[in-house]
Each structure stands twice: as C-alpha cells, then as structure tokens.
C-alpha cells in the first residue's frame, strides 16, 4: 500500500517536473534550482535517513518500542533539517512573515 502511494506521488511529481520544464522552456532566468530550499540536499539526506530508519528499527510485531526509536530519528533530522533551512532562508521566511501580516 505505502509503496504504492509512493510510486504515484513520484510519477506526480515526474510529471509535473517536466510540465513545468517544457512550460518554461524558453524562459532565460528560470531554474528548477531556484525553486528548491537551500538546504534541499539535507531534506533528501534526512529523508533516505528516515526510510532507513523505518527499514531497520521499526518492528510492527514490538510497536510501541521500537517506534520510539524510528520517531527519535525523524525528529533529529527533522530538526537539523528545520536549523539549516532556516539560517540559509531566513531572509526569505521573514519577508514572508511580514507579507502576511500587513496582507490586512
């Protein structure tokens, strides 16, 4: 079921990858690279990381346990993830937080 799901939201993406590079063709200044986090590499770091994670410890027979173990490191990555993207968007995020408040 998982992998399914997975499957689909990777051809979702696929798809709407290279829609976009094909809407965008003639464009001059536009990047996929411009469209990601800075610390894209961390996010995809943390989630092979995760999957790993979830792979070796999580033990569906002993739950409770061992997915204590499996949340731990999701939500180390998770935080080193959230540190890195903040500090090289930081900028960027509060423009964002300040568009919204005086969005009234």
């Given at each position: 079921?998982?992998?399914?799901?997975?499957?689909?939201?990777?051809?979702?993406?696929?798809?709407?990858?290279?829609?976009?590079?094909?809407?965008?063709?003639?464009?001059?200044?536009?990047?996929?690279?411009?469209c990601?986090?800075?610390?894209?590499?961390?996010?995809?770091?943390?989630?092979?990381?995760?999957?790993?994670?979830?792979?070796?410890?999580?033990?569906?027979?002993?739950?409770?346990?061992?997915?204590?173990?499996?949340?731990?490191?999701?939500?180390?990555?998770?935080?080193?993830?959230?540190?890195v993207i903040?500090?090289q968007?930081?900028?960027?995020?509060?423009?964002?937080?300040?568009?919204r408040?005086?969005?009234?």
């Open positions: 079921m998982f992998l399914t799901a997975a499957k689909d939201m990777l051809l979702r993406i696929i798809y709407s990858a290279v829609f976009i590079k094909s809407y965008f063709q003639d464009a001059q200044s536009f990047s996929f690279r411009q990601l986090p800075s610390g894209w590499v961390v996010l995809l770091v943390s989630g092979v990381a995760t999957f790993f994670s979830e792979r070796i410890f999580l033990d569906r027979m002993n739950f409770w346990p061992t997915m204590f173990i499996h949340f731990s490191v999701g939500l180390v990555f998770f935080s080193i993830s959230t540190v903040y500090k968007e930081g900028p960027f995020i509060k423009k964002i937080i300040r568009f408040d005086h969005g009234d």
